[in-house]
């Protein structure tokens, strides 16, 4: 469902029958997105959502950008943490996501999932959603306090699918299952694609994943 083009990006493939779309997961190879039309976030692990509305740079803090005008893209900067890029079909507007534990726990799929239905009338069963690579259960050990942030009871440490919790966050919210779509591509898997914050700690470097209206 998943393919690396050219330019070293990933691209869902059930995106590009959007010809109105444009959208990408970056790689270690992949060249920087945008010539000044890319609008990012300071990342905070919240659930917070702000809306680009047209203009480009970072523009707050907040973990969900969210915009309908054509011409800017909306990224985050992940190494191990999910981007996750929703697209409403019907109202051509779109969010790019910066999911880790953290934020997944507060919430931050769902609110900005509401947060489009709040400032462009998205109907969530509307939404594709396309969840890139991130950190897998394979690699993703974390203690009983964190496990039981998403109700998983456990003495010692557990392997946490996040992408699966953040795929039930998106069926909560009403997003169809069938109009999910998962890289299933782990970053500590995969030094020679992707940074990995869990394997190369502070030297991880991050990388963009974007989407917008051309
Ligand atoms: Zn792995």
Known sequence: MFYRDALEVYRARPLDAF???????????????????LATLRQIHSSRCL?????????????????????????????DCFPILLVDERRRAVAAV???????????VKAAIEQMARVFSTCPEDVHAAIGPGIGACCYEVGPEVAGRFG??????????????????LLQAGVAA????????CTRCHPEEFHSYRRDAERAGRMYSVVGIR
């Open 19 to 37: 010809a109105w779309l444009a959208h990408g997961f970056g790689t270690r190879g992949s060249a920087a997105f945008g010539n000044g039309n």
């Open 51 to 79: 809306v680009a509305d047209g203009k480009a740079g970072c523009l707050g803090e907040g973990d969900a950008l969210l915009e309908q005008r054509p011409g800017i893209l909306v990224g985050v900067k992940t190494a």
């Open 98 to 108: 910066h999911a880790g534990w953290r934020g997944v726990a507060k919430g931050i």
């Open 152 to 169: 998983i009871q456990s003495c010692g440490p557990v392997k946490l699918d996040l992408a699966d919790q953040i795929r039930t966050q």
């Open 178 to 185: 069938e109009r999910m779509y998962l890289a299933g591509l």
